[in-house]
C-alpha cells in the first residue's frame, strides 16, 4: 500500500502502444502506455474500457466520429464498439488504462501492435 507516482512510472519505459501494469484492484488492472500515431480498430466484446489522458492529446475514433480526450480527461469505451486511439503531429501521449484482467489488447484482432503481456513496473 504505497503512492505511485504516475510521471516516475511512465519515465521507466519508452516503447508505445505497449501498456504497464502498475496496479490490479479486485479484477480490474491499472495499466500505463504511451501512444504515438495510430493504433489498430478493434473492439472489446465483453469488457468496458477507460482511458484518462495524463499528458497530450487523445484522438479517440469510432465509425461516426472522433472525439478529443484531452490532459485531465477520461473517455469510457462501452464494451463491443468498435475504436482506435490514435495521436497527432508526431505527439507522444501518455494514458491511465483502466480495464478488467481478462481483456484483450486488440480484442479479437491480431496485429503487429499486439500485445499479450504487459510488464509490471
Known amino acids: 500500500?504505497?503512492?505511485?507516482?504516475?510521471q516516475k512510472k511512465h519515465a521507466e519505459f519508452d516503447k508505445k502502444w505497449h501498456p504497464h501494469q502498475i496496479a490490479i484492484v479486485d479484477e480490474m488492472q491499472v495499466l500505463l502506455a504511451k501512444l504515438?500515431?495510430?493504433?489498430?480498430?478493434?473492439a472489446h466484446k465483453h469488457e468496458d474500457?477507460?482511458?484518462q489522458v495524463?499528458?497530450?492529446?487523445?484522438?479517440m475514433q469510432f465509425r461516426d466520429h472522433?472525439?478529443?480526450v484531452r490532459e485531465g480527461e477520461v473517455i469510457v469505451v462501452p464494451k463491443g464498439v468498435e475504436?482506435?486511439?490514435?495521436?497527432?503531429d508526431n505527439e507522444v501521449v501518455e494514458v491511465l488504462l483502466f480495464?478488467?484482467?481478462t481483456t484483450a489488447h486488440t480484442g479479437t484482432v491480431q496485429h503487429e501492435k499486439t500485445?499479450?503481456?504487459y510488464p509490471k513496473i
Open 115 to 117: 500485445q499479450t503481456v
Open 1 to 6: 500500500m504505497k503512492a505511485i507516482n504516475l
Open 99 to 101: 480495464e478488467k484482467l
Open 66 to 68: 472522433t472525439e478529443i
Open 83 to 88: 475504436h482506435n486511439p490514435m495521436t497527432k
Open 49 to 51: 474500457e477507460l482511458f
Open 54 to 59: 495524463i499528458k497530450g492529446t487523445l484522438y
Open 36 to 42: 504515438q500515431g495510430e493504433f489498430v480498430w478493434h
